[in-house]
């Protein structure tokens, strides 16, 4: 589980790092503003439309690593569950249960 949240981390890190590329480019070409109006830039307006979709890709990732880590534990609850009932049901008839290192 921790190797997921690991990814999540890298993934919003790497599209952090591209939105402060467009930002910086943004501000290269300049404010954007003409005399108290936004200017009709194609530029920018392209440069807006990748930050916007990059923002986008940053919540999914978020929604798509909740979503994974929680299948994971609904697994691994199931999985749990499973081994103590074998282990209940080896116990009660007479099965030596083998000792492992982990437990």
Not at 14 to 21: E, S
Not at 31 to 60: F, M, Q, W
Not at 73 to 95: C, H, P, Q, S, W
Request: charged letters at 30%.
């Amino acid at each position: 589980m921790s190797i997921r949240d690991k990814i999540r981390q890298d993934n919003i890190y790497r599209i952090d790092q591209d939105i402060c590329k467009l930002h910086t480019q943004q501000f290269a070409l300049g404010n954007g503003h003409s005399s108290g109006h936004y200017a009709v830039d194609p530029a920018h307006i392209g440069l807006e439309k990748t930050v916007i979709s990059l923002e986008k890709e940053k919540r999914s990732e978020v929604i798509h690593c909740w979503s994974d880590l929680l299948s994971l534990r609904k697994d691994f609850t199931e999985a749990l569950k499973d081994y103590l009932a074998l282990k209940r049901k080896m116990n009660v008839l007479g099965i030596p249960i083998p000792k492992h290192q982990n437990e």
